[in-house]
């Protein structure tokens, strides 16, 4: 190969490497721009500050001008360098939002839908030896709903059908990620009248964490994240759950590789249910609320802010970690609007020395506390750094609104 042709070869590689970088580039400058925007009627248009991408408005068919988009919304272009499209966003206008903003500690109860299988194990036969009789036959994160085609709901219920089976081969009825199946599992017996299937189960959880919010009409919504199972990592399907009056007793602070954490006393009393739960979602928890909660929280309705609304710089976390409800200072670090973990959108850092002073930033727990910028209600704390408790996530509150009727 002659220099000429050496030389060609470098400048093709070249134009190559660019047009596949310039291709990379304008993949990531277009899954920066999201989907879809909500906008409050009478707000701003959202705007995306990327110097080189243009917007152009679109109305919708209903609209005469830029002024009337609260009849159903508009839509977005984006190009590149006022030439090359980009994304369409679809904008829907809305009227202003209220919600009471919570803050306040919560004890929660949840009992699956079905009996969560979290592994299978050895049990000992009345012969001595060992047996494994559901290995490789059910797995973890399945939901036994059914045995024998009875229907279960509980740990005991489950044990009573599987001895009631005796020495017959017991017939599963599993969810197993939506998909329900059938399979069947050789039971040993253990002891007279007894017979096992060598599967470790659940069948309820507890914890606390923090309300986020209260609609008019009574809904809430909570946590910011799922209540996920501890040995399988999966959501929990629940059948139902209560929410119970809490207080904290006791705050570890975080650490550097460590959470940190409230812990609370829940009595779980009648008397003391505030709240009744009907979902458990990637972005939080939700039901009803009942009286004892509305004691808890300020009346004081705060407007609703938008994903497009939040900026870099000052906010509050709202958080009774104290024993009284309190706003502490934090500075919103990063936004991400096009996030594909909608529970990790916001990213913020706890500067308040008083809440440093008593958690060290971000503890589990808090997960759910309100986060106000400009007198709104912007998102809600979810997750915090392991290496730097003073940092943390939250989710926009427009996810979590999404799950009640407002």
């Keep these: 190969m002659n220099y000429k042709q050496y030389r060609r070869c470098l400048i093709g590689l070249l134009l190559i490497s660019l047009a596949g970088l310039g291709v990379l580039g304008y993949e990531e400058i277009r899954d920066r721009i999201p989907d879809s925007y909500t906008q409050t009627e009478g707000e701003p248009s959202p705007v995306h500050s990327d110097f080189f991408i243009t917007e152009e408005i679109i109305p919708g068919l209903t609209e005469a001008s830029v002024n009337a988009y609260a009849s159903e919304g508009y839509t977005i272009a984006y190009k590149l360098l006022g030439i090359i499209p980009l ?46 009789p559901a290995y490789r036959i059910v797995q973890r994160g399945d939901y036994i709903q059914a045995v024998n085609g009875q229907a279960i709901s509980d740990k005991e219920e489950l044990i009573e059908a599987v001895n009631a089976g005796g020495n017959e081969d017991v017939v599963l009825d599993l969810d197993r ?39 008019e009409d009574g809904k809430f919504g909570a946590l910011g994240h799922g209540v996920n199972d501890v040995d399988t990592g999966t959501l929990l399907e629940i059948s ?51 009286g004892r909660i509305y004691e808890k929280v300020e009346a004081q309705r705060l407007q609703v802010g938008y994903k497009q609304e939040i900026e870099l710089g000052e906010a509050f976390v709202r958080s009774a970690v104290s024993g009284e409800v309190k706003d502490y200072q934090v500075e919103i670090l990063e936004v991400h609007r096009k996030d594909e973990d909608m529970n990790k959108g916001i990213i913020l850092k706890v500067t308040d020395p008083e809440l440093l002073n008593l958690t060290g930033g971000i503890v589990q727990g808090m997960s759910g506390s309100p986060i106000i910028q400009n007198g709104k209600l912007v998102g809600a704390v979810t997750h915090v750094f392991v290496q730097d408790s003073t940092k943390g996530f939250g989710v926009f509150i427009e996810n979590m609104l999404e799950h009640v009727s407002l």
Excluded: H
């Design 177 to 215: 990620g939506g998909e329900q199946i059938q399979v069947k599992v050789e039971a040993v017996q253990t002891a007279r009248e007894e017979y096992k299937l060598g599967i470790w189960v659940r069948d309820n959880t507890q914890g606390i964490g923090t309300l986020t919010f209260l609609t």
């Design 240 to 290: 139902e759950g209560a929410l119970y009056d809490t207080n904290i007793i006791d705050i570890k602070k975080g650490e550097k590789g460590t959470p940190g954490e409230l812990s609370g006393l829940i009595r779980y009393r009648q008397e003391l249910i505030c709240g009744q739960l009907t979902e458990n979602t990637p972005v939080g928890i939700f039901g009803t609320g009942e």
């Design 87 to 132: 994304k369409e966003a679809r904008v829907e206008v809305i009227k202003p939002t209220y919600v009471i903003p919570g803050g306040v500690p919560i004890g929660i109860y949840m009992e699956t839908e079905g009996v969560l299988i979290i592994g299978t194990g050895e049990v000992t036969g009345m012969d001595g030896l060992n047996y494994e």
